[in-house]
Protein backbone atom coordinates (compact mmCIF):
# COMPACT_ATOMS: atom_id res chain seq x y z
CA UNK A 1 0.00 0.00 0.00
CA UNK A 2 2.83 2.21 0.20
CA UNK A 3 2.77 3.01 -3.47
CA UNK A 4 0.88 5.63 -4.80
CA UNK A 5 0.86 5.32 -8.65
CA UNK A 6 -2.26 7.62 -9.15
CA UNK A 7 -0.11 10.50 -7.58
CA UNK A 8 2.91 9.97 -9.27
CA UNK A 9 1.36 9.96 -12.53
CA UNK A 10 -0.01 13.15 -11.61
CA UNK A 11 3.16 14.91 -10.76
CA UNK A 12 4.74 13.29 -13.94
CA UNK A 13 2.41 15.13 -15.63
CA UNK A 14 2.43 18.18 -13.88
CA UNK A 15 5.81 18.20 -14.95
CA UNK A 16 4.95 17.92 -18.55
CA UNK A 17 2.22 20.12 -18.43
CA UNK A 18 3.83 23.46 -19.47
CA UNK A 19 5.44 21.70 -23.16
CA UNK A 20 1.64 20.40 -24.01
CA UNK A 21 1.12 24.50 -23.83
CA UNK A 22 2.09 26.36 -26.42
CA UNK A 23 4.27 29.04 -25.21
CA UNK A 24 2.48 31.46 -22.91
CA UNK A 25 0.46 33.52 -25.14
CA UNK A 26 -1.35 35.84 -22.44
CA UNK A 27 -5.22 34.95 -22.87
CA UNK A 28 -6.81 38.11 -23.23
CA UNK A 29 -9.35 38.98 -20.21
CA UNK A 30 -11.96 39.23 -22.31
CA UNK A 31 -12.18 35.72 -23.79
CA UNK A 32 -11.78 34.20 -20.02
CA UNK A 33 -14.91 36.06 -18.99
CA UNK A 34 -16.91 35.49 -22.29
CA UNK A 35 -15.75 31.52 -21.54
CA UNK A 36 -17.28 31.78 -17.93
CA UNK A 37 -20.37 33.74 -19.47
CA UNK A 38 -21.16 31.32 -22.51
CA UNK A 39 -21.08 28.25 -20.52
CA UNK A 40 -22.86 29.82 -17.33
CA UNK A 41 -25.53 30.85 -19.64
CA UNK A 42 -25.83 27.13 -21.38
CA UNK A 43 -25.67 25.68 -17.92
CA UNK A 44 -28.36 28.06 -16.81
CA UNK A 45 -30.41 26.91 -19.57
CA UNK A 46 -29.99 23.34 -19.42
CA UNK A 47 -31.15 23.48 -15.56
CA UNK A 48 -34.25 25.85 -16.19
CA UNK A 49 -35.27 23.14 -19.22
CA UNK A 50 -34.99 20.32 -16.92
CA UNK A 51 -36.55 21.79 -14.00
CA UNK A 52 -39.23 22.34 -16.13
CA UNK A 53 -39.76 18.78 -16.57
CA UNK A 54 -38.68 17.41 -13.24
CA UNK A 55 -41.08 20.47 -10.99
CA UNK A 56 -44.55 19.42 -11.79
CA UNK A 57 -43.51 15.29 -10.35
CA UNK A 58 -41.99 16.73 -7.86
CA UNK A 59 -45.06 19.20 -6.82
CA UNK A 60 -47.36 16.55 -7.69
CA UNK A 61 -45.23 13.61 -5.36
CA UNK A 62 -45.16 16.14 -2.32
CA UNK A 63 -49.17 16.90 -2.91
CA UNK A 64 -49.85 12.92 -2.72
CA UNK A 65 -47.91 12.23 0.19
CA UNK A 66 -49.85 15.25 2.29
CA UNK A 67 -52.97 14.28 1.06
CA UNK A 68 -51.96 10.34 1.99
CA UNK A 69 -50.98 11.86 5.22
CA UNK A 70 -53.36 13.82 6.39
CA UNK A 71 -55.95 10.70 5.28
CA UNK A 72 -53.59 8.64 7.83
CA UNK A 73 -54.30 11.48 10.72
CA UNK A 74 -57.91 11.48 10.31
CA UNK A 75 -58.41 7.93 10.23
CA UNK A 76 -62.48 7.60 8.56
CA UNK A 77 -62.70 10.89 7.05
CA UNK A 78 -63.89 11.10 3.18
CA UNK A 79 -62.35 14.10 1.78
CA UNK A 80 -60.96 17.28 4.01
CA UNK A 81 -60.30 21.29 3.02
CA UNK A 82 -57.56 23.05 3.19
CA UNK A 83 -57.40 26.29 5.23
CA UNK A 84 -54.98 28.99 5.52
CA UNK A 85 -53.64 30.82 8.24
CA UNK A 86 -54.61 34.18 7.31
CA UNK A 87 -54.00 37.65 10.00
CA UNK A 88 -54.46 34.98 13.02
CA UNK A 89 -57.86 33.59 11.22
CA UNK A 90 -58.53 30.56 9.03
CA UNK A 91 -59.39 31.52 6.07
CA UNK A 92 -60.42 29.62 3.10
CA UNK A 93 -59.11 32.06 0.27
CA UNK A 94 -55.80 32.99 0.06
CA UNK A 95 -55.08 37.13 0.26
CA UNK A 96 -55.06 38.39 -3.42
CA UNK A 97 -51.15 37.57 -5.16
CA UNK A 98 -49.85 35.75 -2.44
CA UNK A 99 -48.14 31.96 -2.78
CA UNK A 100 -50.15 28.85 -1.22
CA UNK A 101 -46.64 27.96 0.66
CA UNK A 102 -46.67 31.49 2.55
CA UNK A 103 -49.38 30.65 4.70
CA UNK A 104 -49.76 27.59 7.52
CA UNK A 105 -52.19 25.20 6.59
CA UNK A 106 -55.00 23.41 8.78
CA UNK A 107 -56.79 20.42 6.93
CA UNK A 108 -60.32 20.18 8.35
CA UNK A 109 -61.88 16.50 7.32
CA UNK A 110 -65.65 15.50 7.05
CA UNK A 111 -66.66 12.31 7.37
CA UNK A 112 -69.76 11.12 4.65
CA UNK A 113 -72.33 12.92 6.15
CA UNK A 114 -70.49 16.22 5.99
CA UNK A 115 -69.66 16.20 9.66
CA UNK A 116 -66.36 17.68 10.89
CA UNK A 117 -64.07 15.11 12.54
CA UNK A 118 -61.26 16.38 12.66
CA UNK A 119 -58.81 18.96 11.98
CA UNK A 120 -54.82 18.00 10.88
CA UNK A 121 -52.24 20.27 10.96
CA UNK A 122 -47.91 19.81 10.87
CA UNK A 123 -45.34 21.18 12.91
CA UNK A 124 -41.93 21.25 13.23
CA UNK A 125 -39.29 21.39 16.06
CA UNK A 126 -35.79 20.55 17.00
CA UNK A 127 -35.30 17.18 17.99
CA UNK A 128 -32.08 14.98 18.54
CA UNK A 129 -30.49 15.20 15.18
CA UNK A 130 -32.71 18.08 12.86
CA UNK A 131 -36.49 19.20 12.78
CA UNK A 132 -38.52 16.69 13.01
CA UNK A 133 -41.87 17.30 11.32
CA UNK A 134 -45.31 16.21 12.71
CA UNK A 135 -48.44 15.90 11.32
CA UNK A 136 -51.46 15.01 13.47
CA UNK A 137 -55.00 14.94 13.62
CA UNK A 138 -57.00 15.93 16.71
CA UNK A 139 -60.67 17.06 17.33
CA UNK A 140 -60.55 20.18 18.11
CA UNK A 141 -63.57 20.60 20.67
CA UNK A 142 -62.70 17.66 22.89
CA UNK A 143 -58.61 18.13 22.42
CA UNK A 144 -59.10 14.34 21.57
CA UNK A 145 -55.93 12.86 19.68
CA UNK A 146 -56.83 11.42 16.44
CA UNK A 147 -53.42 10.03 15.04
CA UNK A 148 -49.88 11.14 14.08
CA UNK A 149 -47.07 10.82 11.42
CA UNK A 150 -44.15 11.80 11.20
CA UNK A 151 -43.24 13.74 7.96
CA UNK A 152 -39.34 14.10 8.37
CA UNK A 153 -36.66 12.98 10.50
CA UNK A 154 -32.99 12.62 10.55
CA UNK A 155 -33.32 10.65 14.35
CA UNK A 156 -30.94 8.00 14.98
CA UNK A 157 -31.10 5.08 12.79
CA UNK A 158 -31.96 2.08 14.94
CA UNK A 159 -32.69 4.02 18.01
CA UNK A 160 -34.34 7.26 17.25
CA UNK A 161 -36.17 6.24 14.01
CA UNK A 162 -38.47 3.92 16.08
CA UNK A 163 -40.83 7.40 16.28
CA UNK A 164 -42.06 6.51 13.04
CA UNK A 165 -40.83 2.70 12.45
CA UNK A 166 -42.34 1.25 15.94
CA UNK A 167 -45.46 0.19 15.68
CA UNK A 168 -46.37 -0.11 18.97
CA UNK A 169 -45.11 3.07 19.84
CA UNK A 170 -47.17 5.06 17.07
CA UNK A 171 -50.32 3.07 17.58
CA UNK A 172 -50.14 4.91 20.96
CA UNK A 173 -51.34 8.49 19.20
CA UNK A 174 -54.17 6.44 16.74
CA UNK A 175 -56.17 5.17 20.14
CA UNK A 176 -57.80 8.64 21.21
CA UNK A 177 -55.46 10.13 23.98
CA UNK A 178 -56.53 13.01 25.49
CA UNK A 179 -53.92 15.87 25.10
CA UNK A 180 -52.00 17.71 26.30
CA UNK A 181 -50.26 14.38 26.58
CA UNK A 182 -47.43 13.52 28.83
CA UNK A 183 -44.24 11.11 27.58
CA UNK A 184 -43.59 8.61 30.35
CA UNK A 185 -41.38 5.98 30.77
CA UNK A 186 -42.66 2.72 29.61
CA UNK A 187 -44.70 0.81 31.67
CA UNK A 188 -44.98 3.47 34.50
CA UNK A 189 -47.94 4.51 33.85
CA UNK A 190 -50.77 5.33 36.11
CA UNK A 191 -53.69 4.92 33.84
CA UNK A 192 -53.84 8.90 32.99
CA UNK A 193 -55.48 9.90 30.56
CA UNK A 194 -52.65 11.03 27.90
CA UNK A 195 -50.09 8.98 28.80
CA UNK A 196 -47.58 7.84 26.05
CA UNK A 197 -44.92 4.86 26.66
CA UNK A 198 -41.96 6.85 25.47
CA UNK A 199 -39.76 4.26 23.49
CA UNK A 200 -36.68 2.94 25.65
CA UNK A 201 -33.26 4.77 24.23
CA UNK A 202 -35.03 7.17 22.09
CA UNK A 203 -36.66 9.32 25.06
CA UNK A 204 -35.17 12.55 23.66
CA UNK A 205 -36.95 11.55 20.47
CA UNK A 206 -40.31 10.46 21.62
CA UNK A 207 -40.66 13.29 24.27
CA UNK A 208 -40.47 15.83 21.10
CA UNK A 209 -43.29 13.98 19.41
CA UNK A 210 -45.13 14.38 22.38
CA UNK A 211 -44.10 18.34 22.86
CA UNK A 212 -44.81 19.10 19.06
CA UNK A 213 -48.37 17.63 19.31
CA UNK A 214 -49.14 19.60 22.98
CA UNK A 215 -47.49 23.04 21.52
CA UNK A 216 -49.29 22.38 18.30
CA UNK A 217 -52.91 21.79 19.74
CA UNK A 218 -51.96 24.68 22.18
CA UNK A 219 -51.34 26.88 19.59
CA UNK A 220 -54.19 26.11 16.98
CA UNK A 221 -57.25 25.68 19.38
CA UNK A 222 -57.69 29.26 19.95
CA UNK A 223 -57.20 29.60 15.91
CA UNK A 224 -59.96 27.12 15.49
CA UNK A 225 -62.13 28.70 18.23
CA UNK A 226 -62.66 31.58 16.27
CA UNK A 227 -64.74 29.73 13.89
CA UNK A 228 -63.54 27.75 11.01
CA UNK A 229 -65.43 29.57 7.62
CA UNK A 230 -68.11 27.89 5.84
CA UNK A 231 -67.75 26.15 2.57
CA UNK A 232 -68.92 27.78 -0.06
CA UNK A 233 -71.44 25.94 -1.90
CA UNK B 1 2.36 11.75 -20.28
CA UNK B 2 2.83 7.58 -19.70
CA UNK B 3 1.29 6.00 -22.66
CA UNK B 4 -1.77 3.78 -21.42
CA UNK B 5 -3.99 1.57 -24.21
CA UNK B 6 -7.64 2.24 -23.52
CA UNK B 7 -8.12 -0.92 -21.75
CA UNK B 8 -5.93 0.39 -19.52
CA UNK B 9 -7.85 3.55 -18.90
CA UNK B 10 -11.01 1.75 -18.24
CA UNK B 11 -10.05 -1.08 -15.80
CA UNK B 12 -7.34 0.72 -13.92
CA UNK B 13 -10.00 2.63 -11.58
CA UNK B 14 -11.92 -0.32 -10.68
CA UNK B 15 -9.68 -1.53 -8.69
CA UNK B 16 -5.59 -1.08 -8.98
CA UNK B 17 -6.45 2.58 -8.25
CA UNK B 18 -9.77 2.38 -6.41
CA UNK B 19 -10.81 6.15 -6.32
CA UNK B 20 -12.02 5.62 -2.55
CA UNK B 21 -10.27 2.70 -1.39
CA UNK B 22 -6.63 3.27 -3.08
CA UNK B 23 -6.67 7.03 -4.09
CA UNK B 24 -8.97 8.02 -0.56
CA UNK B 25 -10.84 10.55 -2.70
CA UNK B 26 -14.65 10.90 -2.68
CA UNK B 27 -14.26 9.69 1.29
CA UNK B 28 -17.57 11.85 2.15
CA UNK B 29 -19.81 10.47 0.21
CA UNK B 30 -18.24 7.30 1.12
CA UNK B 31 -18.38 7.32 4.68
CA UNK B 32 -21.88 9.29 4.78
CA UNK B 33 -24.45 7.45 2.30
CA UNK B 34 -23.46 3.78 2.72
CA UNK B 35 -25.34 2.98 5.96
CA UNK B 36 -27.61 0.83 3.55
CA UNK B 37 -26.80 -0.72 0.03
CA UNK B 38 -29.76 0.88 -1.88
CA UNK B 39 -28.61 4.60 -0.54
CA UNK B 40 -25.02 3.17 -1.55
CA UNK B 41 -26.16 2.45 -5.22
CA UNK B 42 -28.53 5.57 -5.26
CA UNK B 43 -25.39 8.05 -4.46
CA UNK B 44 -23.14 5.82 -7.15
CA UNK B 45 -25.63 6.12 -9.67
CA UNK B 46 -25.44 10.10 -9.54
CA UNK B 47 -22.19 10.09 -8.95
CA UNK B 48 -21.67 7.64 -12.43
CA UNK B 49 -24.05 9.91 -14.34
CA UNK B 50 -22.18 13.10 -13.27
CA UNK B 51 -18.40 11.78 -13.68
CA UNK B 52 -18.88 10.82 -16.86
CA UNK B 53 -21.27 13.59 -18.47
CA UNK B 54 -18.38 15.80 -16.97
CA UNK B 55 -15.88 13.74 -18.83
CA UNK B 56 -16.79 14.22 -21.74
CA UNK B 57 -18.14 17.30 -21.92
CA UNK B 58 -14.60 18.57 -20.85
CA UNK B 59 -12.79 16.42 -22.96
CA UNK B 60 -14.78 17.93 -25.95
CA UNK B 61 -13.98 21.20 -25.23
CA UNK B 62 -10.79 21.34 -23.72
CA UNK B 63 -9.11 22.98 -26.54
CA UNK B 64 -11.78 26.27 -25.99
CA UNK B 65 -11.23 26.31 -22.24
CA UNK B 66 -8.43 28.77 -21.30
CA UNK B 67 -6.16 27.51 -18.60
CA UNK B 68 -6.73 30.20 -16.54
CA UNK B 69 -9.87 29.51 -15.83
CA UNK B 70 -10.24 25.66 -15.79
CA UNK B 71 -10.84 24.90 -12.60
CA UNK B 72 -14.24 27.36 -12.66
CA UNK B 73 -15.00 25.82 -15.73
CA UNK B 74 -15.34 22.59 -14.64
CA UNK B 75 -16.59 22.82 -11.43
CA UNK B 76 -19.07 24.59 -13.07
CA UNK B 77 -19.78 22.18 -15.61
CA UNK B 78 -19.94 19.84 -12.46
CA UNK B 79 -22.20 21.67 -10.57
CA UNK B 80 -25.05 22.17 -13.33
CA UNK B 81 -24.90 17.89 -13.31
CA UNK B 82 -24.71 17.55 -10.05
CA UNK B 83 -28.19 19.88 -10.21
CA UNK B 84 -29.25 17.76 -12.86
CA UNK B 85 -29.38 14.62 -11.47
CA UNK B 86 -30.42 15.93 -7.90
CA UNK B 87 -33.59 17.52 -9.64
CA UNK B 88 -34.09 14.11 -11.55
CA UNK B 89 -33.60 11.94 -8.32
CA UNK B 90 -35.90 14.41 -6.95
CA UNK B 91 -38.59 13.49 -9.56
CA UNK B 92 -38.21 9.79 -9.94
CA UNK B 93 -36.95 8.12 -6.91
CA UNK B 94 -37.85 10.75 -4.16
CA UNK B 95 -37.36 8.19 -1.42
CA UNK B 96 -33.42 7.64 -1.83
CA UNK B 97 -33.61 11.46 -2.36
CA UNK B 98 -34.91 12.22 1.08
CA UNK B 99 -32.61 9.38 2.30
CA UNK B 100 -29.30 10.97 0.96
CA UNK B 101 -30.75 14.58 1.44
CA UNK B 102 -27.82 17.31 1.52
CA UNK B 103 -25.43 14.57 -0.18
CA UNK B 104 -26.14 14.64 -3.19
CA UNK B 105 -25.45 18.69 -3.98
CA UNK B 106 -22.61 17.91 -2.22
CA UNK B 107 -21.41 15.64 -4.95
CA UNK B 108 -20.30 18.77 -6.59
CA UNK B 109 -17.19 18.93 -4.37
CA UNK B 110 -16.50 15.55 -4.46
CA UNK B 111 -12.63 15.78 -5.21
CA UNK B 112 -12.66 12.27 -7.10
CA UNK B 113 -14.63 13.82 -10.04
CA UNK B 114 -12.55 17.01 -9.88
CA UNK B 115 -9.46 14.78 -10.36
CA UNK B 116 -10.60 13.04 -13.17
CA UNK B 117 -11.29 16.61 -14.90
CA UNK B 118 -7.92 17.99 -14.16
CA UNK B 119 -5.63 14.86 -14.66
CA UNK B 120 -7.04 13.00 -17.15
CA UNK B 121 -10.15 14.35 -19.18
CA UNK B 122 -8.51 17.45 -19.93
CA UNK B 123 -5.70 16.16 -21.80
CA UNK B 124 -7.05 13.35 -23.38
CA UNK B 125 -9.93 12.07 -26.13
CA UNK B 126 -13.53 12.53 -25.39
CA UNK B 127 -13.72 8.58 -26.08
CA UNK B 128 -10.65 7.27 -23.61
CA UNK B 129 -11.98 10.26 -21.28
CA UNK B 130 -15.26 8.43 -21.15
CA UNK B 131 -13.75 5.06 -20.66
CA UNK B 132 -11.96 6.22 -17.90
CA UNK B 133 -14.64 7.64 -16.30
CA UNK B 134 -16.64 4.49 -16.66
CA UNK B 135 -14.10 2.66 -15.18
CA UNK B 136 -13.74 4.93 -12.09
CA UNK B 137 -17.20 4.82 -11.48
CA UNK B 138 -17.80 1.22 -11.19
CA UNK B 139 -14.44 1.52 -8.98
CA UNK B 140 -16.59 3.80 -6.66
CA UNK B 141 -19.65 2.15 -7.05
CA UNK B 142 -17.49 -1.56 -6.06
CA UNK B 143 -16.21 0.67 -3.27
CA UNK B 144 -19.67 2.49 -1.80
CA UNK B 145 -21.52 -1.12 -2.22
CA UNK B 146 -18.99 -3.44 -0.36
CA UNK B 147 -19.43 -0.25 2.63
CA UNK B 148 -23.07 -0.25 2.42
CA UNK B 149 -23.22 -4.04 2.17
CA UNK B 150 -21.02 -4.53 5.45
CA UNK B 151 -23.19 -1.89 7.39
CA UNK B 152 -26.67 -3.15 6.16
CA UNK B 153 -26.10 -7.11 7.25
CA UNK B 154 -24.29 -5.97 10.71
CA UNK B 155 -26.69 -2.73 11.63
CA UNK B 156 -30.10 -3.81 10.42
CA UNK B 157 -29.63 -7.51 9.89
CA UNK B 158 -30.50 -6.87 5.83
CA UNK B 159 -29.45 -6.68 2.47
CA UNK B 160 -31.28 -4.70 0.03
CA UNK B 161 -34.07 -4.76 2.63
CA UNK B 162 -34.00 -8.78 2.70
CA UNK B 163 -33.94 -9.99 6.43
CA UNK B 164 -30.50 -12.14 6.42
CA UNK B 165 -31.30 -13.61 10.03
CA UNK B 166 -33.53 -14.59 12.47
CA UNK B 167 -35.47 -12.76 14.80
CA UNK B 168 -33.40 -13.36 17.30
CA UNK B 169 -30.84 -11.13 15.74
CA UNK B 170 -29.84 -8.14 17.70
CA UNK B 171 -28.43 -5.64 14.95
CA UNK B 172 -24.79 -3.56 15.63
CA UNK B 173 -26.87 -0.13 15.66
CA UNK B 174 -23.27 1.68 15.55
CA UNK B 175 -22.84 0.42 11.86
CA UNK B 176 -25.03 2.47 10.46
CA UNK B 177 -24.53 5.25 12.89
CA UNK B 178 -21.10 7.75 11.49
CA UNK B 179 -18.79 5.83 13.52
CA UNK B 180 -19.23 2.25 11.80
CA UNK B 181 -18.59 4.28 8.61
CA UNK B 182 -15.08 4.89 9.67
CA UNK B 183 -14.21 1.47 11.26
CA UNK B 184 -15.97 -0.29 7.92
CA UNK B 185 -13.80 1.94 5.69
CA UNK B 186 -10.92 1.29 8.42
CA UNK B 187 -11.16 -2.54 8.02
CA UNK B 188 -11.41 -2.72 4.02
CA UNK B 189 -8.58 -1.26 4.04
CA UNK B 190 -6.63 -3.25 6.37
CA UNK B 191 -7.98 -6.23 4.99
CA UNK B 192 -6.56 -4.77 1.57
CA UNK B 193 -3.72 -4.02 2.71
CA UNK B 194 -2.89 -7.51 4.22
CA UNK B 195 -3.53 -9.44 0.78
CA UNK B 196 -1.61 -6.70 -0.69
CA UNK B 197 1.67 -7.71 1.79
CA UNK B 198 0.77 -11.47 1.62
CA UNK B 199 1.16 -11.07 -2.23
CA UNK B 200 4.15 -9.53 -2.59
CA UNK B 201 5.99 -11.43 0.37
CA UNK B 202 4.87 -14.94 -1.94
CA UNK B 203 6.41 -12.88 -4.44
CA UNK B 204 9.34 -12.32 -3.00
CA UNK B 205 10.11 -15.75 -2.07
Redesign the interface.
Given at each position: ?NE????E??E??AA?APQ??PETEQ?STF??VA??AV??AL?GL??VM??L???P??DK?KAEQLRLAVYEVLPGVARYRTLYLVDGALSAELPEGSKESDFRQAYVGYDEAGQMTGVAVSRGESGFQDIVQVIFGFEPDTGILLGMKVL?S?E????GDKIFKDRVFVDQFFARPQTPLAAIKAGSGKGKPGEIDAITGATISSKVVVSVINNGVAEWLPVLEKGIPEEAQ | MRNTTPSQDFVRGIWKENPVLIQMLGLCPALAVTNTVKNALAMSAATFFVLCCSSVLISSFKHLIPKEVRISSYILVIATFVTLADMMLQAYAPVQHKELGAFIALIVVNCMILGRQEAFASRNKVSRSLLDAIGTGIGFTIALVMMGGFREILGIGTFFDIPLFGPNFEPWVVMVLPAGGFLTLGFIILGMGFHEQRKKARAAA
Open positions: MRPESRIVQEDAVRLTLAGALIVNHTKIIYEKTPGL | -
